[in-house]
């Protein structure tokens, strides 16, 4: 649960920072700094019946305040240092039943992020480096990430290779923001399983490589293709879902210590004009838990005025369970791994919305401009009935010293 509305926000907010970028090279080289602050909020809210905490059934209600920075300070030409901070306030009556007791502790929490990346190009080359790490915190979880990326563009602008890795190295003990412990102590189970310790493992590594390449096929043509490699071993069940079995036994979700996963994603920009741009996206994923998935989402960005843009979109995806997954009481006891959670089930799910651009170019001082406004809606549905609205708000601002 806490994954999907991450990871929309977080889609989100790296949509809203695209924007066209000028090859002018006399204008970048007169320009000796150039920061750049976006000030993005998010909010999600999300309602269902099918909890993992409760075992397959009951509220998924989830409402997610998310206010975030990202700050970007380019210098000498070729270095650039950006940092993405923010926390994520989570008010949520699917985690509250870990307890059963409403309006508990567990019915909200905060998740607290940062980031900072460096990259660098190198002189007289169209070859781009990159490294970073960061930090990411919450009552039950604590991840240190880790960045490395390289991208190269051929002379003529019309190739480019980028390689991008990324590992998490996770702490899933409970302790860290509790006043009386301040340190990681134990993992959570749901109240009526806590008689012992379902698990000796509370850590999680994951590692990503991607790769890209994107050609230039014509004037109005682009395309790009990002395989994807994706590799988990430790505690990769969640210890405060339940799992009710066939004889009425009751158990802690169990899973394997490893998952591989494979996404594959292909990209058309067609550009139909002055005013109009189509993106056509497939994705084809694989896991080694059984799940496959396939995906197409189509957005159209309408240029309306030299200040004013106009994206609507929609995303459909379809996807094959787990068979690791059963429904409510469905479970035999005699199986080794189990869960109920909806998010390694078959379903079918489509997400619709728009985004509107803005662009006043409106120089507040000499030095600073205010540079960009989006503001973007989707909704999602799940056709097991996971019903979820988005709506994002971003501004960005831009001092230059030349």
């Known amino acids: 649960m806490k994954k999907r509305f991450l990871l929309a926000g977080l889609l989100s907010a790296f949509l809203l920072k695209a924007k066209a970028q000028t090859s002018d090279s006399s204008y970048q080289k007169s320009t000796l700094s150039k920061t750049e602050v976006e000030l993005v909020y998010n909010h999600y809210i999300q309602d269902g019946h099918n909890s993992a905490v409760t075992g397959g059934i009951g509220t998924e209600k989830l409402t997610v305040y998310s206010p975030s920075v990202r700050i970007g300070h380019t210098f000498k030409e070729y270095n650039t240092i950006r940092f993405v901070g923010g926390v994520d306030i989570i008010s949520s009556a699917s985690v509250d039943n870990i307890d059963f007791v409403m309006s508990s502790a567990s019915s909200r929490d905060a998740r607290s992020y940062g980031n900072l990346n460096y990259q660098r190009q190198l002189k007289k080359k169209d070859i781009r480096l990159g490294i970073g790490s960061g930090f990411s915190i919450e009552s039950d979880y604590m991840s240190i990430p880790v960045f490395a990326s390289a991208e190269y563009t051929n002379p003529a602008k019309t190739r480019t290779y980028s390689f991008d890795f990324q590992a998490y190295f996770d702490d899933l003990r409970w302790g860290r923001l509790d006043p009386d412990y301040h ?98 996206n497939y994705g084809f994923y694989w896991d080694s838990f059984d799940i496959q998935g396939n995906s197409i989402e189509l957005e159209a960005a309408i240029k309306t005025s030299p200040q004013w843009t106009i994206s609507p979109f929609f995303r459909f995806y379809n996807q094959s369970g787990s068979s690791y997954f059963r429904p409510y009481k469905e479970h035999l006891i005699s199986e080794k791994y189990y869960t109920s959670d909806y998010d390694l089930s078959s379903f079918q799910s489509y997400k619709a919305g728009i985004n509107l651009r803005y662009l006043p170019s409106a120089y507040l001082t000499k030095r600073i401009s205010f540079d960009e406004l989006n503001l973007r809606y989707g909704f999602f549905h799940r056709s097991n009935g996971l019903n979820a609205h988005m709506i994002t708000l971003a501004v960005k601002f831009v001092r230059e010293k030349r």
């Open 183 to 280: 340190r990681p102590v134990k993992l959570i189970y749901p109240v009526e399983l806590r008689n012992k310790q379902w698990f000796d493992n509370y850590r999680r590594e994951s590692y990503n490589f991607k790769f890209g390449f994107t050609q230039v096929i014509n004037p109005r043509l682009v395309l790009g293709v990002f395989p994807e490699f994706a590799y988990q071993q430790g505690l990769l069940a969640t210890p405060f879902h339940r799992v009710y079995f066939k004889n009425d036994s009751l158990k802690v979700e169990n899973l394997p210590a490893d998952r591989y996963k494979v996404p594959v994603g292909i990209r058309l920009n067609y550009f139909m004009g002055s005013r109009t741009i189509l993106k056509l």
